[in-house]
């Protein structure tokens, strides 16, 4: 950056000998012969040289204020960028005046600068203009959390400037309603186009409905379920409800395992995922101390019943003096399974433990077991990594298996 710099300090040395030298000639020795406009070829070239020097002059004054602000140095080239832009224009300028043909210049970019320059700058008075109404109704401000559904874009308003609307998203980069500090540019001219649901219209009272949603069973008590859960909620929004006067309340529907206890309560738009979490942490460790209510849970019904389940079995292994016999010394005579029967047996067992042991034969050749009955249930054990396998040992000679006994 330095040397960019130095070349630049030397370009704008160069230009200003040069335009120093041109104009200078230019006055000193008026016999030279003349352009239409009364300049010589060293003073058209003095002026060109000109601007040449102040466009390279406030690129570098531009660098050295931006670097006091602590500014990144890409910044003062954009900038610079526009000077030099504009330095174009005024060199066009400049040869068309020394050349006489300023008047038929001018015509020209009327007819298509001005198109050109009226398309181009279209998006950005849409969006000055956006920025005048926002102002004007403020149908959000800074502060305000805002939601622009067509954009699929939550956030925080930082700033309204002219051309652009400044949000910090929420959520995005996590699965929650917080602020990631990702800043987000809109602008201000798709304003027009969008649908904005603001969070927070009265700041001064910056509160929105939220639920927590608790599965309990259907022989659980509603009613100590529902204390729970209001106890829960109002230990934590305690401020909100004192300054809104809004308690929060219980809504309920049945499904298939139970019911849908769904707790609503008022709470800070950003404070939204934080007051959840409290609630939620508060219900756990309430209902560990409430033995009258339940958590239901798909295909076991409910948590509780599927802790029993894995005790009955336990104790129905001791009872029944069923061995530990491991897996590689049992021949399991079917060859071929329906691995989707295997996977749902296996997640199954998974979850509520093996609650009925395989039957196996001992050879005693070879000391190796044959199954007789559960095939598949000691596939899904291999599936599930098992390395001993709960099983009933019959003798050689016994009574087989009925047909139902042999899934």
């Known amino acids: 950056m330095e040397r960019h710099r130095l070349r630049s300090t030397l370009f704008v040395g160069v230009c200003v000998l040069v335009a120093a030298a041109g104009l200078g000639v230019d006055?000193?020795?008026?016999?030279?012969?003349?352009?239409?406009?009364?300049?010589?070829?060293?003073?058209?070239?003095?002026?060109?040289?000109?601007?040449?020097?102040?466009?390279?002059?406030?690129?570098?004054?531009?660098?050295?204020?931006?670097?006091?602000?602590?500014?990144?140095?890409?910044?003062?080239?954009?900038?610079?960028?526009?000077y030099w832009l504009l330095g174009l224009l005024a060199v066009l300028i400049s040869l068309a005046y020394g050349f006489g043909v300023l008047g038929?210049?001018?015509t020209a970019f009327s007819l298509f600068g001005g198109?050109?320059?009226?398309?181009?700058?279209?998006?950005?008075?849409?969006?000055?203009?956006?920025?005048?109404?926002?102002?004007?109704?403020?149908?959000?401000?800074?502060?305000?959390?805002?939601?622009?559904?067509t954009l699929g874009l939550t956030g925080d308003i930082k700033d309204i400037g002219p051309m652009y609307t400044v949000l910090n998203q929420v959520g995005g980069s996590i699965a929650s309603e917080e602020a990631v500090g990702r800043y987000i540019l809109v602008p201000n001219a798709m304003l027009f186009s969008q649908v904005a649901i603001n969070y927070t219209?009265?700041?001064?009272?910056?509160?929105?409905?939220?639920?927590?949603?608790?599965?309990?069973?259907?022989?659980?008590?509603?009613?100590?379920?529902?204390?729970?859960?209001?106890?829960?909620?109002?230990?934590?929004?305690?401020d909100v409800i004192e300054a809104t006067g809004k308690p929060p309340y219980i809504r309920a529907d049945n499904y298939d395992y139970g019911v849908y206890l769904r707790l609503r309560y008022h709470t800070r738009v950003k404070d939204r995922a934080e007051t959840s979490y409290e609630i939620?942490?508060?219900?756990?460790?309430?209902?560990?101390?409430?033995?009258?209510?339940?958590?239901?849970?798909?295909?076991?019904?409910?948590?509780?019943?599927?802790?029993?389940?894995?005790?009955?079995a336990s104790q129905d292994l001791e009872a029944r003096n069923i061995s530990q016999i491991d897996v590689a010394k049992i021949a399991n005579g079917r060859k071929v399974f329906d691995p989707e029967d295997v996977e749902l047996l296996a997640q199954g067992i998974k979850a509520e433990g093996l609650l009925q042991p395989i039957v196996v034969v001992k050879n005693v050749t070879t000391g190796q077991y044959e199954v007789l009955a559960g095939h598949l249930r000691l596939e899904a054990c291999k599936k599930l990594g098992w390395k001993k396998v709960p099983a009933i040992v019959r003798e050689v000679g016994a009574a087989p298996l009925t047909p139902a006994g042999q899934a």
């Not at 050109?116 to 008075?125: C, D, I, N, R």
Request: glycine share 8%; net charge positive.
């Open 201 to 238: 219209v009265s700041q001064e009272a910056a509160y929105m409905l939220d639920e927590v949603v608790v599965r309990i069973t259907y022989d659980s008590d509603w009613r100590k379920a529902e204390r729970v859960l209001l106890n829960a909620a109002r230990a934590v929004t305690k």
């Open 27 to 82: 006055r000193a020795l008026p016999e030279l012969s003349r352009l239409t406009s009364g300049l010589s070829w060293p003073g058209l070239a003095g002026i060109v040289a000109g601007v040449m020097a102040l466009c390279g002059i406030l690129t570098l004054v531009t660098h050295f204020l931006l670097a006091r602000k602590g500014k990144p140095p890409v910044e003062g080239v954009m900038v610079g960028r526009l």
């Open 104 to 106: 038929t210049f001018t």
């Open 115 to 149: 198109m050109l320059l009226g398309w181009s700058l279209q998006a950005p008075v849409s969006g000055f203009a956006a920025w005048v109404l926002v102002s004007l109704k403020r149908p959000f401000r800074p502060g305000d959390r805002v939601q622009f559904p």
């Open 280 to 312: 939620n942490k508060l219900i756990f460790e309430e209902i560990q101390k409430t033995p009258s209510v339940d958590i239901a849970i798909p295909y076991v019904y409910s948590f509780r019943a599927g802790q029993d389940r894995k005790e009955e």
